[in-house]
């Protein structure tokens, strides 16, 4: 019975874990968003449309780095729940 409630509250911990990764997730994506916005509107500003195709190739590679930013948390976080799993889950059956 001990076993089974202690289970529990492993398996209740390991589901706090990854909602709070993925809530990270979330807030990393809509700051790398909000970064491409006004990285853009700063060379809207500053770049004049004369140029139109060094603003384009500007503008795309902030894009690409973003995307590789956020591909690279996205992955940090999964390790990290990966890891958090393996040790609640060794934890949890050093205790039986």
Known sequence: ???AVES??????????????RDAAKVGQHAAA??????RQTVDEAVPQAVE???????????????KLVAAQFQLNRDLIHSAERALTKSDGDKK
């Open 34 to 39: 909000e970064a491409l916005r006004a990285f």
């Open 53 to 67: 195709p060094l603003r384009t190739k500007i503008v795309d590679a902030a894009v690409e780095l973003a995307d």
């Open 8 to 21: 529990q509250q492993a398996t209740s911990h390991s589901i706090d874990l990854l909602d709070d990764v």
């Open 1 to 3: 019975m001990v076993q």
